[in-house]
C-alpha cells in the first residue's frame, strides 16, 4: 500500500514570496491534515479536511496561508506572503476518518530567508 | 485543551541498554498514540494504544489510562532507534503532540 506522498521534499524561498506545497493522501482516507513542525517541538496541525470540506481551520493564519482538497483527494496548502518565522517542516498526514491512526508523509522542508 | 507532557526530554544510551519514555496528559482522553520521527524526519506510528499494553519486537507500550499516563519501553536498544519519540493525544477534535523525547543510541 502507498504511503503518503508530499512534494516538494525541500524548498528555499525569500520573505514575502509565495510558495505551495502539495500532498496525496493513502488511498480511500477521507480525513487529511496538514501540519506544520517548528524545530525543537511536535507537529502543530493547521488544518483538517473530511472528504473536501474543511473540518478544523482554528490554528491556521488565515491572512497568509491558504489550504483546498477539492476533489476530496489531494491537497495544497499555499502560504502567501512567507515570514521567517513559517520556516518550518510541513507535514501532511491522512485517516481512514478522524477516529482512526494517522498516517504522516515524508514533509515538506521550508527554509525562509 | 489537553496538556501532554514528555520525559525526559533527552536520552543517550549505550546499544543494547534498555529504556522508558514517559507522556503524561491533564485529561481522560480515548486514544494515546507513539510515534517515532527518525533523523530524516518521517513520521511512523508506533502504536495506538487507548489503554493497556502492547508490543511490536522491542518496543511495547503501556496506557493507564485512569491515572494519565503511558509509558514507552525501548528494549536492547539499536542505533535505528535513534530519532524523536512523541506521544500524541486528541483534544477538541485534533491530536495535541507532546515536545518529545530526543533518543540517541551510540554504538
Known amino acids: 500500500e502507498a504511503g503518503v506522498a508530499q512534494s516538494p521534499r525541500y524548498k528555499i524561498i525569500e520573505k514575502r514570496q509565495s510558495v505551495a506545497f502539495w500532498c496525496n493522501p493513502i488511498?480511500?482516507?477521507?480525513?487529511l491534515y496538514w501540519y506544520q513542525q517548528i524545530l525543537g517541538q511536535g507537529p502543530k496541525l493547521l488544518i483538517q479536511?473530511?472528504?473536501?470540506?474543511?473540518?478544523?481551520d482554528s490554528q491556521l493564519p488565515k491572512d497568509r496561508f491558504s489550504a483546498e482538497r477539492l476533489k476530496g483527494v489531494d491537497s495544497t496548502l499555499k502560504i502567501q506572503p512567507a515570514k521567517l518565522e513559517d520556516s518550518a517542516v510541513y507535514l501532511c498526514?491522512?485517516?481512514?476518518?478522524?477516529?482512526?491512526?494517522?498516517?504522516f508523509g515524508p514533509g515538506t522542508r521550508l527554509l525562509v530567508l | 485543551g489537553i496538556q501532554v507532557e514528555q520525559s525526559p526530554p533527552d536520552l543517550i544510551l549505550q546499544e543494547g541498554a534498555n529504556s522508558t519514555l514517559r507522556c503524561n496528559f491533564s485529561?481522560?482522553?480515548?486514544?494515546l498514540q507513539w510515534f517515532h520521527q527518525n533523523p530524516w524526519g518521517q513520521l511512523i506510528n508506533l502504536f495506538y494504544?487507548?489503554?493497556g499494553t502492547k508490543q511490536n519486537g522491542r518496543l511495547s507500550a503501556t496506557t493507564v489510562a485512569t491515572e494519565r499516563y503511558s509509558l514507552l519501553y525501548i528494549s536492547s536498544s539499536q542505533t535505528t532507534d535513534s530519532g524523536v519519540y512523541f506521544c500524541?493525544?486528541?483534544?477538541?477534535?485534533?491530536?495535541?503532540f507532546g515536545a518529545g523525547t530526543q533518543v540517541v543510541v551510540t554504538p
Open positions: 479536511f473530511q472528504n473536501n470540506g474543511v473540518v478544523d
Open positions: 488511498s480511500g482516507h477521507a480525513t
Open positions: 498526514a491522512s485517516s481512514f476518518n478522524s477516529q482512526e491512526t494517522q498516517y
Open positions: 485529561d481522560s482522553v480515548n486514544n
Open positions: 500524541a493525544c486528541p483534544s477538541v477534535g485534533k491530536l495535541q
Open positions: 494504544i487507548p489503554s
